[in-house]
C-alpha cells in the first residue's frame, strides 16, 4: 500500500461528500427563505386586515391591496 493509492481512494470520498454538503446547505437555505417570504406575505395580509378594521381603508382598498403583485409561487 503506497501513498498515492491511499490519495486515489481519498479524493473521490471528499468529493462525494463536500458535494452532498452543498446540496443540503442549498436545501436548507432555500427552506428558510420560502418561510421567510411567507411569513411576510401573511404580515402584510394582517397588518391590512388591521387597517380595514380600523376604518383607514375601506374593504375594497384592502381587497386591491391584497390582490397586487404577483401571485405567491405553488409549491409541488
Known sequence: MTLASI?????PVVAIVSGCLVAITSMIVKG?????KTRQ???SRREIAA???EGSMTPEQGERLMNAGPPPVKKR
Open 7 to 11: 490519495a486515489d481512494e481519498v479524493i
Open 51 to 53: 387597517y380595514v378594521a
Open 32 to 36: 428558510v427563505g420560502n418561510a421567510s
Open 41 to 43: 406575505r401573511e404580515q
